[in-house]
């Protein structure tokens, strides 16, 4: 697929977010996408799998969320399979706080899918808003 391709289903994706639809991000997915979240935070890891980003992500992330989850793009720059997208998060947490996070996501594409997302945020946000990681995975449990 061509880079405008790709810029193209990254704008799709986000126009959705905004209005708190993860639809068209989960159908932008390869299945063998891996998440990678930088940093020194509990949260920082790699994720490897569809089905275990899924899991062992998405859902003790979205098990601390009050409310629905909305994003949009700020920017976005596009070259190759690569596309870079500044976004701003916005919710309300189960523990009373807002986790309005902002993001750099590097994807990087292959055969019209996600296949690979890098994640830049601010790290001292999500332990103050979302608790650890491990902590987040036993309430997904619950």
């Known amino acids: 697929m061509s880079t405008h391709a790709n810029k193209a289903i990254v704008k799709r994706i986000f126009d959705a977010m905004a209005e708190g639809d993860r639809s068209a991000f989960g159908d932008a997915l390869h299945p063998d996408f891996t998440w990678q979240a930088t940093g020194s935070s509990s949260w920082s890891r790699r994720w490897e799998g569809l089905d275990t980003v899924r899991r062992d992500l998405f859902r003790p992330l979205f098990a601390q969320f009050d409310g629905q989850y909305r994003s949009h793009a700020t920017r976005m720059i596009a070259e190759g399979d690569l596309v870079m997208v500044e976004v701003q998060g916005d ?8 986790y309005n996070n902002q993001y750099c996501y590097i994807c990087r594409f292959t055969q019209g899918k996600i296949i690979e997302l890098i994640e830049y945020m601010d790290t001292a946000l999500i332990d103050r808003e979302l608790g650890t ?10």
């Open 91 to 98: 919710v309300r947490t189960r523990r009373g706080g807002r």
């Open 133 to 142: 990681y491990e902590q987040a995975l036993e309430a997904a449990k619950a």
